[in-house]
């Protein structure tokens, strides 16, 4: 134990000694004396930089480095607004961007956006990505919305127009937006040649983007400079250090020397940091919503009255007050509060601790002589996996595992990295694998309320609970055709209700998002997706 104490402060130290030693050349403000440099850090290493094959993890680690480099069609500003990035405007019926019947898009680019080396984006650079995302061979996160694209063309140099094979609501918030695996377009004199698209994972050496990649030391950070060809003008920040920091502790302490200038902190960090000189916080609404994951495939899961029992034992209002201080609310669907689908008056299972003993006795899991449950000499034994990146998550982990010891439910808590738990099957992820009985996952939903791919039978790729029902899959694929909102609203109420009475995830919160940052850094105003979506905007004084 002594030995892993040292080892833990010598990279605390490590760390500080390498930011401490850049800060001293630092800081040129807007003044100009010295260049303007802006440190954060990263929960994990990524595992590629080229935003075509971006994993969408808790932390939002790749997303967060590809939107330095890289612009969507829209943008949410931190009030939710849309603000149009590559296109002039977003395409609706009103304008001509969406024909009649729902299925033909058409997007007009800027004409004033340059790649970083000076080629101008154009609608060639749309279609080859369009391509990139649907060629099987490519390892997208999802082709969700791309592949109901049966014609792409492109009148004009500026002008792109999709024909898709049916109506799709979702398609302006999805494609080339904020959808479930959100893509950028890419360069296609860049990445057409063979071998470019594997290389540009580690160099991606050309963007749109307010800064352009310069160095990823694995591990360790990454570089970024400012794009003197940027459409808004060259940034006033001229670098950004990112380092590789993915203990909380350790986050927090560089927060607190000055050596990083923001960090997104829990609640209780918050506590602890206080009105620490130097620093102010902004809150941020989120579109994520954090759950318990219940593995339907696995007994005694696979039966709804055990799953129910589970909610019943736990006290998720106690959780939000005691573990955020009220700061994540409680959630109940998958809505995020500002979502036009969002109905507060649909609740899963409430805190009743009877209920849940008479559920569990019922379906034949009874106490033995210990206390603890069991059904024909098996044991009522379940196994949670959390990340410990999370602050939150990890102090969950623990109110989970006592609440549901007082029921005679034995729950052995498994820490696994965020980077490894949100990994394809084919790698060894713990979710998508199904290693687990239950686990604490935020997921990050989309400016649209469709969320198949959480709940789909079919086509749910982060159906990591297994879990189908007919009318609920039916309601789903009802939805994303309807152009009427209120329909549209009122399917995905029937859809939370059916969730609510299964509950395949035990809904935690919708959380609030703290983030600190030194006061010397203006300008800085995260989204609901991203701290990183307005760097463009950011200035060091």
């Known amino acids: ?36 440099i802006v440190r954060f ?10 935003p075509l094959f971006a994993h969408v993890d808790a932390a939002m680690t790749e997303q967060q480095l590809a ?29 001509g961007g969406i024909s009649p019947d729902g299925r033909t898009l058409t997007y007009r680019l800027r004409r004033d956006v340059v790649w970083s080396d000076g080629v101008p984006l154009t609608a060639r650079d749309v279609l080859f990505t369009l391509h990139a995302i649907l060629d099987p061979r490519n390892p997208v996160g999802s082709h969700e919305g791309y592949d109901l694209i049966d014609r792409a063309q492109a009148p004009n140099a500026f002008t792109v127009r999709l024909h898709l094979k049916r109506a799709w609501a979702p398609a302006v918030a ?34 749109d983007g307010p800064f352009t990649f310069v160095s990823w030391k694995r591990g360790e950070g990454l570089v970024y400079v400012a794009n003197p060809r940027y459409r808004r003008g060259k940034p006033r920040v001229d670098r950004l250090d990112v380092r590789i920091v993915p203990d909380p502790g350790t986050n927090l302490t560089l927060l607190r020397s000055g050596s990083i200038d923001f960090n997104l902190i829990a609640p209780m960090q918050q506590r602890i940091l206080g009105n620490a000189r130097g620093l102010a916080y902004t809150q ?68 009743d601790v009877a209920s849940a003993d008479a559920a569990l006795d019922a379906a ?18 379940l196994t949670y996996v959390q990340f410990p990146e999370t602050t939150t998550g990890v102090r969950v982990a623990t109110m989970v595992q006592a609440a549901l010891r007082l029921r005679g439910i034995d729950l052995t808590i498994k820490s696994i990295s965020d980077a490894q738990l949100f990994l394809p099957a084919s790698e060894g992820g713990a979710l998508a694998s199904g290693a687990f009985d239950m686990a604490y996952v935020p997921w990050q939903m989309g400016a649209d309320p469709d969320d198949r791919f959480l709940l789909s039978c079919r086509e749910g790729v982060k159906n990591y609970m297994r879990y189908c029902d007919a ?13 009427d909102q209120r329909k549209r609203r009122a399917a995905y109420e029937r859809i939370d209700e059916i969730v609510a009475r299964d509950v395949p995830i035990i809904y935690l919160f919708n959380p609030t998002y703290i983030y600190a940052y030194r006061t010397r850094l203006k300008g800085f105003a995260p989204n609901a997706f991203s701290p990183t979506w307005n760097a463009f905007a950011w200035e060091r004084r």
Request: proline share 9%; hydrophobic share 40%; glycine share 6%.
């Open 1 to 36: 134990m002594r030995r892993r104490g040292i080892s833990t402060g010598c990279a605390l130290l490590a760390a500080l000694a390498a930011v401490a030693c850049a800060a001293n050349d630092s800081a040129r403000d807007i003044s100009g004396s010295r260049p303007a």
């Open 41 to 50: 850090d990263l929960a994990a290493d990524p595992a590629t930089l080229n």
């Open 67 to 95: 939107r330095l480099s890289f612009e969507p069609f829209f943008d949410l500003d931190a009030q939710g607004k849309p603000v149009p990035e590559l296109i002039t405007e977003l395409p609706a019926t009103s304008n």
């Open 174 to 207: 999805t494609l080339f937006a904020y959808g479930s695996a959100p893509q950028y377009v890419l360069p296609e004199h860049v990445l057409s040649k063979p071998g470019a698209l594997a290389a540009f994972g580690a160099a991606p050496s050309v963007g």
């Open 284 to 351: 941020t609404p989120t579109s994520l919503i954090a759950g318990i994951a219940l593995n339907t495939a696995h007994p005694p899961l696979d039966d709804p009255h055990v799953r129910r029992a589970l909610s019943q034992a736990i006290d998720r209002a106690a959780i939000s007050e005691k573990i955020t201080f009220g700061k994540y609310p409680v959630a109940d669907t998958d809505r995020p509060r500002f979502s036009w689908a969002y109905n507060a008056a649909i609740k899963e299972p409430r805190y």
């Open 364 to 381: 034949g899991w009874r106490r033995c002589s210990d206390g603890m449950r069991g059904k024909n000499g098996v044991a009522l034994a």
């Open 471 to 483: 009318e609920l899959d039916r309601l789903e694929n009802a939805a994303v055709v309807e152009p």
